[in-house]
């Protein structure tokens, strides 16, 4: 099988361990008969918006529109430009017009890996987060009236349709359906938020009923995040609004000591649209440039990717090498108690592939 | 000084841990020459609506609204009464109605609570979390359209008002100015949610130019809840909105291991009203009856509302005495490796207050 990618590095450290993830992905398609084609694009970086006055070029949809799937660093750079035009400007660009309605991330305890939890070992955390990646909480509705007065407020809607929920309900389910456990948790604060969180039950409520062998649960979200640091062993699949998902899909990784490791999956699973595969870090301009970023959330979404594109095989190779390559001190990177750089990290994984 | 107080205990263990809370009470009175008046009230219970068909009695406000304070237990009983009757009906009814637009929680490591955090100890975590607790995320605006169709959808909005986000600003600043380490942490999400989140980091900057001696910082909430989990020692005075304040006000006691001890304040600062003491536990009708309820929320609520009436050295009896109690295993309640039971615990409190 044959596949084109469109490779954007981006800010910071995304473009030191972008080389990696390609290293790594090459070792693989090449142990899995699986050819590869790159495209490299500088835009949605810094760089790019100091020539040309925005994140990315006029025919951006165009360029890498086509393509089966989209790897990417990562974007944004505080101190030189606003947030709301850098991630406004690409990655959340993407989200919306290419339609990746599924974020994805695994939330895993991996070898070698130190967990701020106490007495948490490898095996015990392993599950996913599910976010819906379109709408809920991160609508552009709103607006603010009677400006610098007292009598100021400002409003913003969350808003959910029936299409927006009943999709990544249905991806959530059958994920959950596909694993061993078969157990789905719904993040919720339907005792709060009155109006749109108990549409969001009543979407789970009738979902389920389309998956019996799938034993479900709804946690609101202030006790479940309770829960994910007291209780990570329970959850198997957790699927949450835009912005409960994204909350929980970092304070997950944060559990299992990994959210310089954390890969995640913007997907569009019709295919109608690229996907997006890119650590959950961001560009980390406090350490870019001296060549110590940790290149194993750039390496493990590629092993996303693979998965996504169908290439099990390839994926799981990868993420099997990351694991072995995390078990020893001397292949991690300074963050994890380790000694190598960026490189000899990602070659390590490299060489580990199988 | 002497002071009315209406005790509410509510439903489920609601009523078996606020007896020790008053035992507490009436024992840090005596030795702090306070004089403590309680009228006890039985609405705002599934009891009562069981009987009345509502939560509370129509002249509710006249009831309870002269008192000095509320010391309340716990109300819901998702099997009998649905939360959006329970709570609305009585909770967050009184949150609105009297005004108490903070909602005020300690995370705080004390000693015999095991932290689910490894290698914390007790002085390690010590911050305060401060909630908006009347606008935000919990507004009761927005609806449904084109029901039961496929282009069904819903919308809430989230308000924010200058008042109501300038008042919450100004006490959690004044708080952060009254402790030692002077700081303060905003928690946002300004790159996702798009009108409200930066209208509440720029009142955050406003208001922060009148206290030039608080060192304030903010983060977005996802990886907020991260650092609660990785470097809780980071933390003074948190500050949120309703719903984020309601998130890390769970997450926070989660992390030292004290969701079941941990009290709350609902509280309107001007005494216009008066304020609600509660435990942060519900009335967990699962263990409900058997006399097994861990206490401590329940007296700690009541150590805060002294503080909260003016009498801080009753306040700081309160929890230096609950401090010595949990540090015994013998007079410390199941859930925390003990064999006492309520009264017993409640009891070995009221004997260490001095
Ligand atoms: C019961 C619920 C409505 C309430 C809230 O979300 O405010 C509770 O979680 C709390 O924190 O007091
Ligand atoms: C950068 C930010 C807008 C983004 C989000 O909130 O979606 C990030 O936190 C993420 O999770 O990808």
């Not at 089966?68 to 959340?92: E, M, N, Q, R, T």
């Not at 290419?98 to 890996?113: A, H, I, K």
């Not at 493990?300 to 990868?318: D, N, R």
Request: charged share 25%; glycine share 10%; net charge negative.
């Amino acid at each position: 099988k044959h596949y084109r990618i469109a490779v954007i590095p981006g800010d910071g450290i995304g473009k030191e361990v972008m080389p990696e993830g390609l290293r790594v992905l090459e070792a693989a398609a090449k142990k899995h008969g699986v050819s590869l084609h790159f495209d490299h694009f500088d835009f949605s970086s810094y760089d790019y918006y100091e020539k040309h006055g925005q994140m990315m070029p006029d025919d951006w949809k165009e360029k890498i529109g086509k393509h089966d799937a989209i790897y990417f660093g990562a974007v944004g750079w505080p101190a030189k430009i606003p947030d709301h035009v850098s991630l406004w400007g690409s990655l959340i660009k993407f989200r919306r017009e290419f339609d990746q309605y599924v974020n994805l991330r695994p939330v895993r305890l991996m070898p070698g890996v130190p967990s701020p939890l106490a007495g948490r070992k490898p095996g015990d955390i392993d599950f996913w987060v599910v976010r819906e990646n379109t709408e809920g909480e991160y609508s552009s509705v709103g607006g603010r009236m009677f400006p610098d007065t007292d009598r100021e407020f400002v409003t913003q809607q969350t808003v959910m349709t029936r299409t927006g929920v009943d999709r990544i309900l249905k991806f959530a389910f059958e994920l959950a359906q596909s694993r061993p456990k078969k157990h789905l948790t719904s993040a919720t604060k339907s005792n709060g938020i009155s109006i749109t969180m108990p549409y969001w039950d009543e979407r789970v409520e009738a979902m389920a009923k389309k998956y019996p062998s799938v034993k479900w649960d709804k946690y609101h979200i202030d006790i479940l995040t309770a829960n994910f640091v007291l209780h990570p062993d329970w959850f198997d699949v957790v699927v949450g609004s835009n912005l409960f998902g994204d909350i929980l899909s970092d304070l997950g990784p944060a559990c299992t000591g990994t959210i310089g490791i954390a890969p995640s999956g913007n997907i569009n699973p019709e295919g109608n649209f690229p996907s997006v595969f890119e650590p959950v870090h961001g560009s980390a301009p406090d350490i870019a440039g001296q060549g110590i970023a940790n290149p194993i959330g750039m390496i493990w979404s590629g092993a996303m990717m693979f998965e996504h594109l169908g290439e099990k095989e390839a994926g799981k190779s990868i993420v099997e090498a990351i694991e072995r390559t995390l078990a020893e001190r001397t292949l991690r990177t300074k963050d994890l108690g380790g000694n190598a750089d960026t490189t000899a990290c990602g070659k390590a994984v490299a060489d580990m592939v199988d």
